[in-house]
């Protein structure tokens, strides 16, 4: 829609003017489109070159590593964060398959009988299919079901599951605002510090502790995000840039609080906190698992979250202040307002996260509290599309596979790191959804109607600019 | 050089855009594709020029087919296009963007302007083009840039000229000259493709009209033909181009605007000391190029245009300084500019995008619960009254067309009682039909005593619309004169000439 929006330069200048003559400052100022700025492009390419702060920044600037990065990422992030489900699934599907492979390829019977494929390829097909399949069937005995435990593997899904889904809803709500929230990492940590010491500095009645830790969780949380958020509709500053530093500062803040006599565990030289009190832990759910009552306030959150986007004038406005900016501060949306609130709410979110792994599965404050729930977090986000069920499921289906990569190792000898290949995996087909069409055959028409390189942008953009 | 276009059908899927077109362009001969937006006059030149390939049907050259695999197949062949936006760069002089692409070099690729100079000079000189070649494109106004896009074919020789709604930018003057630089160009012996749905321009240059609906030819006709008829080809059934709305019944001045100046980031002033006032029940329609500063004064009415001074008063209450939503809630509706920017929210549904400014308001929300039934029940008797074609209230809106989307924003802010109504290009893009319709309406609303601003940049609209008429030029208001006023002095203050004949602006 270029041509739509795009202003002919100078159209102010008088008509009778000579040619030469220079007109100053009679080019209308464009308005501020809505679409991208710079800045956005920028942002983009340092979250996608440093995987949301993963990894140090490359050297050489990731728009200089590649011919094509530039005009529509703004469009494409929000094609692939908010695409068919349908291309997540497929995704995931073909993600197994080449995960498999891999699998296959280190098992020494598959070695062994390529050796003589051309005398007996079902030898080796056997093989293949035995490596690929005894893995698998490993990895769903670890992660839902095996006739030893029952359904115990099941309610460790749920369990590691728990902060997943809800750092991943805080990342989806503020992505739907059109905020690029990286920063569940750190608010995880931050919220999980407040909780943490509330849990274990403070001694209070059993249900009223329970609520004081969630409650200061979430308030640390919500705190950590709209900084962001604040910076953001204040002074522009992108919000990919300030959650990716948010994350730093939480955790070296963490990290130098461990250290300090108000958090270190008396007695004890390496950093770590008290063990919070029994009443400030979330209660067990079912007997003999780790499964805890932090699972039932993500099914509640995961409601929540769906109502307030559906059904909320809040979320209304977040949609509209995340899908067209410029047309919701027409309708009198308070636009900076709105990105706040956004981040706050992503932040709390996270927050409850945070709450889950001090009140629920740790009970302790660590250095590695959070592990990389904020990080998976954004691909759970990302293969939930952005939707409050969507990336519920998405977030059982990484709790699964992180449950069952242990079993997968101890039966198979399959290392435990094929399941990061896996995600990572699944993250690169969502994020090229045209590969998934093309390898399915959903392109249809695609080659046919494929006019000239050059000409295509010019059609598209005569085309838009023609067909009303 | 004769052109024959025999049975050209353009799918897009299972959509044709073209199907089965003929048309014979006669040497020296000024040929008209006339047709509504949408019709698929633009479809067709993008396959003439080689930017679509047609699913079916020849092209042909003095008798010769011809196979243009792109627009440098089409050029080679002799045909130029001069397209609705054009294709310059800015920081570029005149003679660069002439040579972009067929640049001629020296010994050792020395690119060599010199003799690009010289074609362009003589071009100048034949035309009476007043073309500098070492100008800069970004300096010229919009009117000189276009002949740069007319002298970036004729120096590639072309024979046959496509013009793409040339006259959407040009003020009416500039309009004329265009005209007169086409015929011209006839009587050198070029045939030009005019493509255009406004019928005054058409009767006025065209030898041959071809009208093209839903993707079809309906038919030719002589230029002699009356407007009301080619109308009617147009649209596919009978149309009144006139709106016979009653006189004005202006009662109490509610709405007043006093030196409204709005200075843009950089420091310009873009709106500059701008007084008028509207009365209820009075259309007040601002004309004037596109850029004029029309889009700031409204956005600064509206309040999201920062540095603004002076002072905008509506029944009395200052609106200045207000947050937009409370200007809104002051009884203001407005229709921005450019509705697929401002005005919807494209991935939204039609029904969501029908309450956009009113999400928050009962029936539609309670407190912070909002009322799917209800916006849905809003979203039927909306799409019924404006006759918003959509598949569907869930469709989103993006997926409308240009003249639907639009109905869809004027159908919002005309659906609660109102005490200022501002509507910014409010038919732009909008099929013949619809804008009688969407006319009748905004009248409507002056009929029931609601003071209106119209701003337009199409002089037949505010012809047909305004009770007064203000001029905008250069951020400063030229004049405000009634609506009885004739074209050529409009034209004149469009241009920054006052209606006495001073000259406003530098």
């Given amino acids: 829609m270029a041509t739509e929006d795009g202003k002919i330069p100078d159209s102010s200048a008088p008509e009778g003017t000579a040619p030469g003559d220079s007109v100053p400052g009679a080019t209308v100022p464009a308005k501020a489109a809505p679409a991208e700025s710079p800045q956005d492009v920028q942002a983009a390419d340092v979250a996608l070159d440093t995987a949301g702060g993963l990894h140090e920044p490359s050297l050489v600037p990731v728009s200089s590593q590649s011919g094509d990065v530039g005009h529509k990422q703004g469009n494409v992030l929000q094609q692939i964060m908010m695409g068919s489900g349908f291309v997540s699934i497929l995704a995931v599907v073909v993600a197994l398959v080449l995960g498999g492979l891999l699998i296959a390829s280190t098992d020494s019977d598959v070695a062994r009988t390529a050796g003589y494929f051309f005398g007996r390829p079902s030898d080796f097909l056997g093989a293949l299919w035995s490596a690929m399949t005894s893995s698998y069937v490993a990895l769903f005995q670890g992660a839902v079901f095996n006739p030893r435990q029952g359904f115990l593997p099941l309610l460790e899904t749920m369990t590691v599951a728990t902060p997943l889904i809800c750092a991943a809803l805080g990342v989806a709500l503020a992505f739907r605002a059109g905020l690029f929230n990286i920063g569940a990492q750190g608010q995880v940590i931050i919220s999980a510090t407040a909780a943490a010491y509330a849990g274990f500095a403070w001694h209070l009645p059993s249900v009223v502790h329970l609520i004081v830790v969630i409650v200061m969780g979430i308030v640390g949380g919500a705190i950590w995000g709209a900084i962001a958020g604040v910076l953001k509709a204040r002074t522009g500053a992108h919000e990919v840039i300030v959650t990716i530093m948010l994350n730093y500062i939480a955790l070296f803040f963490l990290d130098f609080l461990l250290n300090t006599p108000a958090f270190r565990r008396p007695g004890e030289n390496t950093p770590i906190s008290p063990r919070i009190d029994e009443s400030a832990a979330y209660p067990p759910l079912i007997p003999g698992s780790r499964l805890h009552f932090g699972f039932i306030v993500v099914v509640l959150l995961t409601i929540a979250v769906w109502w307030l986007l559906n059904r909320s004038t809040i979320g209304f406005e977040f949609r509209a202040v995340g899908a067209n900016p410029a047309a919701a501060r027409t309708a009198g949306v308070k636009v900076p307002l709105a990105m706040i609130l956004a981040m706050a709410f992503a932040g709390a979110l996270a927050g409850f996260g945070g709450v889950a792994q001090v009140a629920g599965t740790e009970k302790v404050l660590t250095g590695g509290i959070a592990a990389q729930i904020g990080f998976d977090s954004i691909t759970v986000a990302l293969l939930g599309r952005s939707t409050p069920w969507g990336t519920f499921f998405a977030g059982l289906l990484f709790g699964a596979f992180r449950a069952g990569a242990v079993q997968m190792q101890i039966q198979t000898g399959t290392p435990i790191d094929i399941v990061l290949v896996v995600q990572s995996l699944i993250v690169l087909f969502i994020a090229a959804p045209p590969l998934i069409r093309s390898i399915f055959g959903l392109n249809p028409g695609r080659k046919k109607n494929k006019p000239a390189r050059p000409a295509r942008r010019s059609a598209v953009a005569t085309a838009t600019g023609g067909a009303k | ?161 496509i013009l793409d709604e040339p006259t959407a930018v040009l003020t009416p003057q500039e309009t004329d000259e265009l005209l007169d630089i086409m015929r ?193 029940e809003h979203a039927r008797t909306k799409i019924e009254e404006f006759d918003i074609r959509t598949p569907s209230p869930n469709a989103a809106a993006g997926t409308l067309s240009g003249g639907n989307q639009q109905k869809v924003v004027m159908a919002r802010e005309l659906s609660r009682p109102l005490r200022l109504f501002i509507a910014s290009q409010p038919t732009r893009g909008v099929d013949v039909g619809s804008i009688e319709f969407l006319h009748r309406r905004i009248v409507a609303e002056r009929d029931v005593g609601t003071p209106v601003m119209i701003i337009s940049t199409e002089l037949d609209e505010v012809m047909e619309l305004a009770d007064r008429i203000a001029v905008l030029y250069k951020g400063k208001l030229v004049g405000i004169v009634p609506s009885g006023t004739p074209r050529d002095t409009l034209g004149l203050m469009m241009a920054g000439v006052g209606p006495e004949g001073g000259h406003h602006g530098h």
């Fill in chain 2, 184 to 376: 011209q160009l006839r009587d050198g012996g070029t045939s030009i493709v005019f493509i255009s749905h406004k019928l005054r321009e058409v009767k006025a240059v065209s030898d041959v009209i071809t009208v093209i609906r839903r993707g079809r030819v309906v038919g030719d006709a002589p230029p002699t033909a009356p407007t009301t008829e080619l109308a009617s080809m147009m649209v596919g059934r009978p149309v009144s181009l006139t709106l016979n709305k009653d006189p004005a019944a202006p009662r109490e001045t509610t709405f007043v605007v006093t030196d409204l100046t709005v200075r843009a980031p950089n420091g310009t002033t873009v709106v500059d000391g701008i007084s008028f006032d509207i009365a209820q029940g009075e259309i007040l329609a601002v004309a004037g190029v596109q850029g004029n500063g029309q889009t700031e004064l409204t956005e600064a009415i509206l309040g999201i245009q920062e540095h603004v001074t002076g002072s905008v008063t509506l029944d009395g209450k200052e609106l200045l300084g207000l947050p937009v939503k409370d200007v809104l809630g002051a009884g203001v509706g407005f229709v921005p500019e450019d509705r697929s920017v401002d005005g919807l929210v494209g991935p939204f549904s039609v029904a969501e995008n029908l309450v956009l400014d009113l999400y928050d308001k009962a029936p539609f929300a309670n407190g912070i619960s909002m009322n799917p039934s209800k916006v849905h």
């Fill in chain 2, 1 to 161: 050089m004769k052109l024959e276009l025999k049975g050209i059908s353009k799918a897009f899927g299972t959509f044709y855009a073209n199907q089965d077109i003929d048309l014979v362009v006669e040497p020296g001969q000024i040929h008209c594709l006339l047709g509504e937006n949408g019709a698929g006059k633009s479809t067709l030149m993008n396959v003439l020029y080689g930017l679509y390939e047609p699913t079916a049907g020849q092209i042909l050259l003095d008798g010769r087919p011809v196979n243009f695999r792109g627009p440098g197949d089409a050029m080679a062949a002799g045909i130029g296009m001069v397209h609705q936006h054009f294709m310059l760069v800015p920081v570029f002089t005149v003679a660069e963007n002439v040579a972009l692409g067929a640049e001629t070099t020296t010994f050792g690729g020395v690119l060599s302007i010199e003799e690009t100079r010289k074609k362009i000079r003589e071009i100048s000189a034949q035309y009476g083009f007043h073309v500098d070649p070492d100008a800069l494109v970004e300096d010229l106004p919009v009117g000189v840039q276009q002949r740069v896009e007319i002298i970036k074919a004729l120096v590639r020789k072309a024979k046959v000229l």
